[in-house]
């Protein structure tokens, strides 16, 4: 079942269980009773609330499939070259090890690729945006966005549609993700595709998840005692990394209340007066507000140890300075273009106010945060590339010269 | 074009235009009607389009498109004196998913993804000195709504134009791309404007399309759309 919070969901949720395939016919030549579509069967981990789905998308494992081989599609850049995966790499927790995520064109992108790890629990996607509430439309903007380019398909939504459209597989994998859509590939299919395999990345085996199901073997002393350091009022982290996902902007099936958090941290303060780099201020750049400045989403810890570098620009290189980044209370640059004492930054959150560790102590913090990696999921062949060539199945695009 | 007299290719000339009317003797406004005409116009919306997707347009669509359609209930008594209507998108069609909306809505060159919203006006040109200037105009200062779903702007920078002495059997609008550029020096324009609120280049282009920008209030009038007699210029 899928989304029972409202009466419209629940609607929803009973018609994807109820769909029947058509064209069944049993040896004798007289009708079969039709097959009844599998209801859609969540695989989450012992204990994991079930992730909300728009009533307009509800989960199918066909629908799954196929977006799961749209992921890994490099048709679905401009040029032929880049997939989704290309930058949401599974081993690194499905982001990359760029300080800025570069797309197909090689043009930079300003911001560090965000990890999907659960993202299905994630009621505002991307580091700081306030109106991006689907992975339906989040999804337009690696595909369609200029500035920066990523996939690079603005302007191309009839190649994008004829280029796939003329692989039969996709033919069948589009017929059978949205069988009462009779009208072939779509955008909107394409976008709903990507969204419900995406929704489906749950990571829930890291030595702290078994640890807490009971296995006291799985965490190291070390990281036991990270945890208790994690979880304390002294460092205060689990203010904005609490919850299942080690972030407050959380929501699921049965929360109540989706949260959504925004917090500066003293990352910098180029004026004196709190201003970030011109260029990227958070959700400022959205809003206008100023007391939105340097504010970002608290991403979610999970694998957090594979996603290096760190922060929205990839700033921070290691978890290590990460840890040095909170102990200080906010970074300061002592010269260049963005000099300035991040600690005192008029905007910055209020659980951001430094506290003092030993070296053993540092240690064991980040072996907490360490403790988070999901080997299960990293290595899930459920998530990995469907295609048989390592190539992303860029077969049979033409490459265009001249064309970005 | 511009400040600098700087010689120009233009490479993208698109926008979107709503709430058109008819302005009567009376000083009564009489609202047209859009056609529902697939793929230039739907829900009241429609697009022009003043790019052909060749040479240095070669990023956008064949198609093009200089005319509006729709039907106006004018009575014979009724004598037009202006020609009204809205540049941009309403914001109640403005921060959806476009894979859902109808054409023209469904444009991804016509959208900021990122924005949630649509540019209301896209030009871009290039220049001997610089690669590319752009013009995307669209709404900004944007946060979520009071209602569920919705958005509200602090900056919609959609400018309502109101053309007076339309001879609505006679006259077309001209919309002049060299009185959007006139107060910019396109040689030191650092690659046009996104409508962000704190980029100086912008100012300008605000001010010729009649909008406030910042600190800077509107002018009375716009100058970036115009009357014209097929065969002889007025004002």
Same mark, same amino acid.
Not at chain 1, 211 to 234: I, K, N, P, V, W
Not at chain 1, 367 to 376: C, E, K, M, Y
Not at chain 2, 218 to 223: L, T
């Given at each position: ?16 269980? =109820? ?19 599998? $209801? ?16 307009? %998308? ?38 990359? #090890? ?13 911001? %560090? ?12 996607? #991307? ?72 929704? #489906? ?18 965490? #190291? ?42 917090? %500066? ?66 970074? $300061? ?19 951001? /106010?430094? =506290? ?49 | ?57 070669? %990023? ?41 909306? /109808? ?36 709404? $900004? ?91 002889? $210029?007025?004002?």
């Amino acid at each position: 079942m899928i989304g029972l919070s409202r009466p419209a969901v629940l609607g929803a949720a009973a018609a994807a269980a =109820f769909a029947f395939l058509a064209g069944a016919a049993s040896v004798d030549g007289a009708p079969r009773p039709p097959i009844a579509r599998r $209801t859609f069967v969540w695989q989450l981990p012992a204990g994991f609330p079930q992730p909300k789905v728009p009533a307009d %998308n509800p989960m199918s494992d066909e629908k799954v499939l196929l977006g799961r081989h749209l992921f890994y599609d490099k048709r679905l850049s401009g040029n032929g070259t880049f997939s989704c995966a290309s930058c949401h790499q599974q081993a690194r927790g499905f982001a990359d #090890t760029l300080a800025h995520a570069v797309g197909s064109t090689g043009q930079a992108n300003r911001r %560090n690729s965000m990890g999907l790890t659960n993202v299905a629990y994630s009621p505002v996607l #991307t580091w700081a945006n306030s109106l991006q509430r689907a992975l339906e439309s989040q999804a337009l903007v690696p595909m369609f966005g200029e500035l920066p380019v990523e996939l690079g398909l603005a302007g191309k939504e009839k190649e994008l549609i004829a280029r796939l459209d003329g692989d039969p597989r996709y033919r069948r994998m589009f017929a059978r993700a949205f069988p009462a859509d009779t009208g072939g590939i779509s955008l909107i299919g394409i976008t709903r595709a990507i969204a419900a395999f995406e929704r #489906t990345l749950v990571s829930g085996d890291s030595p702290f998840d078994r640890a807490s199901r009971g296995d006291s073997a799985a965490m #190291t002393a070390s990281a036991r005692r990270g945890q208790q350091l994690f979880f304390s009022e002294r460092l205060e982290c689990m203010h904005c990394h609490g919850g299942i996902n080690f972030t407050g902007t959380t929501d699921y099936v049965g929360k109540g209340f989706a949260e959504i958090e925004f917090h %500066n941290t003293g990352l910098y303060n180029v004026d004196g007066k709190g201003s970030y780099p011109a260029g990227d201020q958070g959700l400022k750049d959205i809003t206008n507000r100023d007391a939105d400045m340097g504010r970002f989403k608290a991403p979610g810890l999970r694998n957090v140890a594979v996603t290096a570098p760190y922060m929205h620009d990839g700033s921070v290189r290691t978890l290590d300075d990460v840890v040095a980044h909170y102990m200080a209370g906010g970074r $300061t640059i002592p010269d260049g273009p963005f000099e300035g004492v991040g600690s005192a930054n008029r905007y910055k959150s209020g659980f951001v /106010k430094g =506290f003092t560790l030993s070296d053993g102590e540092r240690r064991d913090l980040v072996a907490f945060l360490v403790s988070l990696t999901d080997s299960t999921f990293l290595t899930n062949p459920r998530f990995a590339n469907p295609w048989p060539d390592t190539s992303g199945a860029a077969r049979g695009l033409k490459k265009r010269s001249g064309s970005r | 074009m511009g400040v600098s007299h700087t010689t120009i290719a233009p490479s993208d000339f698109r926008l979107f235009v709503h709430d058109v009317s008819l302005i009567v003797a009376d000083g009564s406004v009489v609202p047209v009607t859009l056609h529902d005409d697939d793929p230039w116009q739907a829900d009241g919306v429609a697009l022009l389009d003043f790019e052909n997707g060749s040479g240095v347009c070669d %990023n956008g669509t064949p198609e093009m498109r200089d005319s509006i359609v729709g039907d106006v209930p004018l009575t014979p008594r009724q004598r037009v004196t202006g020609l009204r209507f809205t540049l941009g998108v309403p914001a109640s069609l403005n921060h959806h998913d476009i894979t859902r909306q /109808k054409s023209p809505l469904t444009l991804s060159q016509m959208f900021w993804a990122w924005k949630t919203g649509h540019k209301f006006l896209r030009v871009e040109l290039s220049t001997t000195a610089s690669s590319a200037v752009i013009m995307h105009l669209g709404s $900004t200062a944007c946060a979520p709504g009071p209602q569920p779903g919705s958005v509200s702007c602090g900056s919609p920078n959609r400018p309502v134009i109101t053309l007076d002495g339309f001879d609505v059997r006679r006259d077309r609008v001209v919309v002049d791309i060299g009185a959007l550029f006139k107060d910019l020096d396109l040689e030191s324009a650092n690659g046009g404007c996104m409508s962000e609120p704190d980029n100086p280049v912008c100012a300008p282009m605000f001010a010729a399309l009649g909008l406030p920008f910042g600190a800077q209030t509107a002018p009375g009038r716009q100058a970036v759309f115009r009357l014209e007699h097929p065969g002889a $210029t007025r004002q």
